[in-house]
C-alpha cells in the first residue's frame, strides 16, 4: 500500500511537472520577447517591466521555471494581466461552476448509464435492450457542443422552458440549480450511450461466470445476484472508464460554458486564450490538470476499494 | 407395481423420462433422452460417463438452472410432492440452496472474487429473518470448522483467493451445508484438485454425509472416485443412462458392454503392466444427428445387426438396477455375456504391441544435473518498502534426472511442484540460475536462441491444453507443417509431409483440412503429437499429455506413443500428476515436491516400494477402482506449503506422517541407494 501511494503520488508529481513544463516552455519557443507574448500585444510598458521583474526574466530559463513551480506550490499562479489579481484567487471564483457543472453532468450520466447497462443485459434482445443500443450509440456519435446549441436552441430559445445563458443570481442555489439544468444534460448525454454499452458489455460478460450460477443456484434473489455480485464485479472496468474520461468531461465543458455562457473555467481559458492573458491560461490549465489527476488517483482507489484483490497487490 | 410403493417413501428424489435439448446453430442437440434414475435417501449416487455425456445437463435440470437454449422435451423430476420440471420459478428458488445445494467443479472460478466468505454464506441465509446476523455468522464459522478449515473465526472474513484449490473447495462444500439441505449435488468436487487434496475431500463428503444424514450425488469422470465415495452409480452414455446399480454391481458385475469397457480402460484398475492400454474404438455419437436403436452400436465391441435399428429394453435386476442392451434380455439374449472380469472384452487398438527393450543407460539423450530456476517475486524497490529481504523462490531446487533414448521418463508431482518449468528450462525458453542442462553431450543451458534454434529441431514439446495451443486460424495440414516453416526448412513438399505425419498419427486424410475447433480432445490431441513429430526429433517433453481426455481416448493417445516409441527410439519426458498413467508408460520416475525432486527410480520398483514418504502418500492418494479396495484413512493432510516459505528443513516436514526433529532443521540431501534408486529423506521407508 505504502509502496502503492509512493508510486502513484510520483508518478501524479511527474504529469503535473510536465505539464507545467509544457505550458512554461511554450512562452521560449515562440518567438519573441516573452514578457510581451505573456502579456499580450496590449500589455503596457509598465506591467511588462514589472512581469520581467516578477518573473525574474534576467534569471536562466530553468531558475525561472524552478521558481514558477515553488511560487505555484505556495499556491501563487502570478498575476492577471489586466485586472493585476492573483491568478489563483480568480480560479477559484470560476472553478465551483465547472465543478458543479462536471458534477452534475457525470452524476446523471452515471445514475441513468448504468442501470440502463444492467437492465439491458439482464434481458439482452428486449426492446429494452435494443432501444437502449440504439440510443447509445446514437449519443455517442454527437459532439457534445452540438447538443449544447441544439439543447438552447429547442429548450431555451423555441420553448423557453429553461434559462438560455449564465450560471444564475448567486446565491441562489434554485436559481443556480436551473440555469445548470441545460449545460449538464449536454455534457452528460453522451455519457450516459457510453456508459450503457460498457456497462452493458462487462454485465452480459460477468453473468456468464462461474461464480453467477452459483449465487443462482445458492437461490438468491435475481435482485441480491445481479446488483450484489454481477454489477460489483462488472463496475469495475467502467470505474477506470469514468475517471480516465474526466478529462474529455472537462474539454467538453469549455464549449458548455461558452454556448451556456457560465463564468466557469472552461470560459476562462478561453477567455484567456482570446485576450493572449498567459499568466491565467497557464494557472487554469494547470489547476484542470490537477483535478484529472486527482480524479484519476481517486476512481483507482474505488476500484482498490471494490476489489482485495487489487487492493492487495498495491 | 407393488414393490414401487415398498420403496417409495425411501427415494427422495425421481428423475423420470427425462429429455432436454440444447438449440444449437447445427441444429437441435438431443442431450437427454428419457433419462431415469432415483436418488435415495441417506445414499451417495455417483453420475459415471465421460465428457459430453450429459452428467452436467441432468444436474442443472434438476436445479431449473439449465442455460437458456435448452429445452425440456418431457419427463418430470419428483421432489417430494413437487414436479421440480414444472415448478415455478419462485417455488425453485425456494428450494435452492435451502433443500437442494450445489458443490461446483472449479473452486477457483465458482466463488466470487470480491466478496468475504462470510458476506457470501450470509447471503445465503437470506432466508431466515428470524436469526440475528451474529447468530448466522455463528453458523457459519461453525460449518467452516466443520469442513476442516483452520481458524475459522478469522479466515470466515478473508476472500476467495486468500485460500488454496483445497481449502476454497473445503469452504464451498460449507457453503452447500450451511442450510442443511437434503440434497446435495457435486459436480466433478475434485477434478480441478490434486491427488492428495482429492483423497481429503473424498474422506469429508464421506464423514458429512454420515454426521449430517445428508443425500449426496456426485458426478465425475473418475472411475476410482466412485468406487470410493459412492452407494449408487448410474453410467450415462451419450445421454443415456445405460446402466445404473449398486456400486458393488456396477464395479464388479457390470451388464452393459459400455460399463465393461469403461472399467476395463480405467489405467487405475489394470494390473498387468504393458505399455498398450485398452482402448474402445471411435467417438461418442454426434447428438445433432438422427439417433436410432442403440446408441452404442457403432463403437460396442459385441453390436449385432438389431442393435442398429432396435432400442434395447432396459433390463431392470434389482431396486435400482437397470441396464439397457440386448444382450441381456429378449430374443437376443446371451447367457454367456457378461464374461468373468478377467476376460477382457475391448482390444488394444492397431499398432505394434511389443514393449521395446529397455533402453540402454550408459548414454543419455538429455543429462540434467543439478539445475536450479529462480523467479523474482517482488522488484528492489518494493521488496525495500516492504522490508522482505527474500525476493526470489526456488521453483526448481537441485534438479538432477536424465533420459536416455527410447526411454520414457515420468516427472511427476502435484500443481505448483515445479514440473512444467522444469520442462520450459529444458527447451531453454526460461532461464536457469545454476547447474547443467545436457543434450546429447553439450551443455545447452541458457544457451543464446541463435545457437539454441537448430537444437529445437531434436527436442518437441507436447503441450497441455491442445486445442489452446493450436492456432483457430489455420486448417490441421498448415499446423502440422507448421514447424516446417518455423525452422525455414525448404525443399520439403509440405503436403506429403502432412500426409505423412497425419498417417503416422493415425488420423483420417480428410481431417487436414479442418480447423482446431472442429476437432474432438482426442484428434486435437493427435494434431498435437504430429506436430512435435514433424522434424523427426530424438526427445519429445509431453506436458500432461492426456489431461482432460476420456478414458477411453486416453489409451488411444498413449498407445500411439508408445508405437511411435518403439519404432524412432524417441525418448519421453513425461510431465503429469496422473500416477495411474504414467505408472503404465514410464520406464522411470521422478516425483518432485516443491521443486526438488524427492525421489527416483524404476516405475515398478517405486511403486511397489515406495522410499520417499511423499511418494508413498501418492501412491496411496489414487483412488481405486473397487469399491471392496476404499481406503479408510487418508494418508497425509494439510497442503503444499507456498514457495515463498520454503520449509527449513525437509520440505515436506509440514506433512509427514514419519518427520523427526531433525527433519524440521536439516534439509535432507538426495542420496543413492545399493539398488540404485535416489531420494532425499531422513527416514526413508524400509
Ligand atoms: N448450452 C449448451 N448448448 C448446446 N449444447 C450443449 C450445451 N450444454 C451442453 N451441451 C451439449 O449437451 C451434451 C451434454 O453436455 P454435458 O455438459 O451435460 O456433459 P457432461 O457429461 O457434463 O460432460 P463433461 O464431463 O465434459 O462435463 C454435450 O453434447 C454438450 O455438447
Ligand atoms: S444393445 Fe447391442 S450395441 Fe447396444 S450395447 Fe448392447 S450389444 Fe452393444
Ligand atoms: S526427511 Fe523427514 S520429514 Fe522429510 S520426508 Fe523424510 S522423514 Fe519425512
Ligand atoms: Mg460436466
Redesign the interface.
Known sequence: M??YL?KRLGLSALVIGLVVLVLFSLLYFIPGDPATIALGPRATEEAIARYAEKMHLDEPVWRQFLIYIGNALTGDLGLDVFSDRPVTAIILERIGFTLSLVGVGMGWAVLLGIPLGCLAAVRPNSWLDRVTGILSVGTIAVPSFLVSIWALLIFAVHLRWLPAIGAGEPGQVGDQLIHLILPAFAIGLSWVGYLARMVRASMLEVMG?????????????PR?VIF??AL??AILPTITLIGMGFGGMISSTVFAEIIFARPGLGKLIFDAVMARNFPIVQGAVLVATGLYVLVVLFSDTLIAW????VRESL | MPQDAAHAPETLLDVRNLSVDFRTPRGRVKALRDVSFPIRRNRIVGIVGESGSGKSTVLWAL?G?LAKNADVMGGEVRFGDRDLLHASEAQL??????EI??V?Q?PM???????TYGRQML??L??RPNVSATEKRHMAVEMLRKVGIPDPDRRIDQ?P?HFSGGMRQRAGIA??LLTGPQLLLADEPTTALDVTMEAQIIHLLQDLQKELDATIVVVSHNLGLIAELCDDVVVMYAGEVIEAGDVREIFHNAQHPYTRALLECDPARINDVSRKLPVIPGDIPDLSKALSGCIYAPRCQRVLPVCRETLPPDVARGEMSLARCHLLDGPHRDSSWPPPLDVMTVGQGEGTAAKPARAQRDAPLLDISDLSVQFEVVGP??AR??GLTQRHVDAVLDVSLSVAPGETVGLVGESGSGKTTLGRCVLNLLPSQAGHVRFEGEDIRNMPEGRFKPLRRDMAMMFQDPVGSLSPRKSVRALITEPFQIHGIAGVDLDAEAERLAEMVRLPKHFLSRYPHELSGGQARRVGVARALALNPKLIIADEPTAGLDVSVQGEILNLMADLQAEHGLGYLIITHNLPVVRHIADRLAIMYLGRIVEEGPTDEVFARPVHPYTRALVEGVPQPDPDRRRVHVSISGEVPSLLNRPKGCDFAGRCPVAQDRCRTEKPPHLTMTDGRRHACHFPLG
Do not use: C, W
Open positions: 505504502l509502496y509512493t461466470e462461474n461464480y453467477i450460477r452459483s449465487a443462482r443456484a445458492f437461490g438468491l434473489r441480491r450484489g455480485y460489483r464485479v471494490f476489489d482485495p484483490r | 436445479l438452472l428458488r425456494a428450494t435452492r440452496g435451502e445445494s450445489v461446483f472449479d472460478t465458482s466463488q466470487i472474487p470480491v466478496l447471503d445465503i437470506y432466508r476472500y483467493h457453503m452447500a524497490i518494493q518498502l516492504k
